[in-house]
């Protein structure tokens, strides 16, 4: 009875180093964190100074896992594309490295800029990847509210793989902030 118990653990032991080994041998996929690149090349001047104030996200982006649709009813996430910070940081951050590039060495109460992303996502179709992004911005300036938008784009990614789709979403990002730079400059040339 002794000897049966010893080989049933010497046999447990060899399975268990055996998955071992193999687990090792493939190893675990590497984690690939990403933010966004704005084009600041063609920025449209702004009138004045910029603040960044508070940025916010929907739920179901709220994750650093990047999202991806495969249908209108389904969203999902990769477990091993990450954004490097949180996703609305992220929106956050090239937002401010995009508007500071376009500012006006001018004077006066700076445009306090805040926003709330509503989408940020990979969208899979059988004609190819796209990064879909949505974000409402809202512009105070003298705590009065000057612009209060929605902007989308939808911008094709080059291959069928993540990164490809964040270099898509930075994409959408540059067009929105150009329309949001021209929005601001049209709301100073009306001004009295």
């Given at each position: ?10 046999v ?20 690939r ?11 449209v ?8 104030d ?13 999202a ?9 996430y990769?477990?091993y ?10 929106v956050?951050?090239?937002v ?12 006066g109460?700076?445009?306090e ?6 989408r ?8 190819g990847w ?32 993540p ?18 730079a021209a929005?601001l400059?049209e ?6």
């Amino acid at each position: 009875m002794m000897m049966h118990a010893l080989r049933i653990v010497a046999v447990t032991l060899a399975v268990g180093l055996m998955a071992t080994a193999c687990s090792s041998v493939r190893g675990t996929p590497e984690i690939r964190y990403y933010v966004l690149a704005v084009s600041t090349t063609n920025s449209v001047p702004l009138p004045g100074p910029v603040r960044i104030d508070a940025f916010s996200i929907d739920d179901p982006y709220a994750t650093r896992q990047l999202a991806y649709r495969t249908s209108p009813y389904r969203l999902a996430y990769y477990n091993y594309h990450r954004w490097a910070g949180s996703p609305e940081g992220v929106v956050a951050a090239a937002v401010r490295e995009y508007l500071k590039h376009g500012r006006k060495d001018v004077e006066g109460a700076p445009f306090e800029v805040g926003a709330r992303v509503r989408r940020l996502e990979e969208v899979d179709a059988d004609a190819g990847w796209s990064g879909a992004l949505t974000i409402d911005f809202k512009v105070h300036r003298s705590g009065v509210l000057v612009l209060e938008h929605a902007y989308s784009e939808t911008e094709p990614a080059d291959d069928r793989n993540p990164e490809d789709v964040v270099a898509a979403l930075s994409r959408a990002l540059s067009a929105i902030l150009h329309a949001l730079a021209a929005d601001l400059a049209e709301l100073e040339s009306d001004a009295p």
